[in-house]
Nanobody, 122 residues
Framework: QVQLVESGGGLVQAGGSLRLSCAAS????????VGWFRQAPGKERELVAA????????YYAGAVKGRFTISKDNAKNTVHLQMNSLKPEDAAVYYC???????????????WGQGTQVTVSS
């Protein structure tokens, strides 16, 4: 089992920044990736970024590329999502999840965090 706990959400003005963190505990698999998803009201959940625990491969959705940066601290089993130049359309509940990258790309994961709200005022 893997437990994921997000932190760092909040309210920010458009153009501002937030940093989300996802702390993983339990039996994390070296073959897994950690992804950040978001879901806004009335919209489907989407994968915005993902990073592998054991290599340097990183994925970004087109809508966030150049504004968001995903990083990891293997020693602390923590993945961060630095979000810059935030836009009102970035507002959503952000979830971290961990599974094989292919599963994350399909919107699936065995393990999910509880979510953290990001609100962006215009």
């Amino acid at each position: 089992q893997v437990q994921l706990v997000e932190s760092g959400g909040g309210l920010v003005q458009a153009g501002g920044s937030l940093r989300l963190s996802c702390a993983a505990s339990g039996r994390t698999s070296s073959s897994y990736a950690v992804g950040w998803f978001r879901q806004a009201p009335g919209k489907e959940r989407e994968l915005v970024a993902a990073i592998f625990w054991t290599n340097v491969s990183i994925y970004y959705a087109g809508a966030v590329k150049g504004r968001f940066t995903i990083s990891k601290d293997n020693a602390k089993n923590t993945v961060h999502l630095q979000m810059n130049s935030l836009k009102p359309e970035d507002a959503a509940v952000y979830y971290c999840a961990s599974d094989l990258f292919g599963e994350l790309k399909r919107g699936r994961s065995h393990f999910w965090g509880q979510g953290t709200q990001v609100t962006v005022s215009s």
